[in-house]
T-cell receptor
Framework: AQSVTQLGSHVSVSEGALVLLRCNYS??????LFWYVQYPNQGLQLLLK??????LVKGINGFEAEFKKSETSFHLTKPSAHMSDAAEYFC??????????????FGQGTTLQVKP | DGGITQSPKYLFRKEGQNVTLSCEQN?????MYWYRQDPGQGLRLIYY???????QKGDIAEGYSVSREKKESFPLTVTSAQKNPTAFYLC???????????FGPGTRLTVT
């Protein structure tokens, strides 16, 4: 069965510092992987996704993630944090690879704090 | 503008009352989903529907019901049987052939 583990429920960085949010997955099929961001009292917004092809995926707001099959990881990074990046971030894996069977499994979320 | 709307943003109900949360999309997506979000627990799937007039239970369907009479609409009813209904409810949709989901702004339900 598919599962997602986000290491660290809270991450704090200084403005301008590197952001690294960790995500490890378990999947019995080639995974489709996603990162979403959620601002307080709002819905989730897709940051980036990995389906097939290039393992380094670039998303919105300067974020990127690298799919590492050998490590079953999909960590999210941003070279320089901005105050507006403060939010909750969710990693998700599709339960059935490329098929649209309607199910994503979400991690518990990581709250990113950015200090001035 | 295409998107997903959920109404209302905040909803208050007394214990023992059923309440229906609205979700509408104009993205022409086939699939729609309902999630519940509680602090520290991520998102948990309540129900999903891949086609009109058909839906499946998710991981936490007890105490909830849905209908899918139109492609654009997927209302969720929180019944009095739901033991702990206070939560943030999120609706999402996805186009055919991809698991990528798009989310609405959410409804915060408080039951006292």
């Amino acid at each position: 069965a598919q599962s997602v583990t986000q290491l660290g429920s809270h991450v704090s960085v200084s403005e301008g510092a590197l952001v690294l949010l960790r995500c490890n997955y378990s999947s019995s099929v080639p995974p489709y992987l996603f990162w979403y961001v959620q601002y307080p009292n709002q819905g989730l917004q897709l940051l980036l996704k990995y389906t097939t092809g290039a393992t380094l995926v670039k998303g919105i707001n300067g974020f990127e993630a690298e799919f590492k099959k050998s490590e079953t990881s999909f960590h999210l990074t941003k070279p320089s944090a901005h105050m507006s990046d403060a939010a909750e971030y969710f990693c998700a894996v599709s339960t059935d690879g490329s098929s649209n069977t309607g199910k994503l499994i979400f991690g518990q979320g990581t709250t990113l704090q950015v200090k001035p | 503008d295409g998107g997903i709307t959920q109404s209302p943003k905040y909803l208050f109900r007394k214990e023992g009352q059923n309440v229906t949360l609205s979700c509408e999309q104009n993205l022409n997506h086939d699939a729609m989903y309902w999630y519940r979000q509680d602090p520290g627990q991520g998102l948990r799937l309540i129900y999903y529907s891949q086609i009109v007039n058909d839906f499946q239970k998710g991981d936490i369907a007890e105490g909830y019901s849905v209908s899918r009479e139109k492609k654009e609409s997927f209302p969720l009813t929180v019944t009095s049987a739901q033991k702990n209904p206070t939560a943030f409810y999120l609706c999402a949709s996805s186009p055919r052939g991809t698991p990528e989901q798009y989310f609405g702004p959410g409804t915060r339900l408080t039951v006292t």
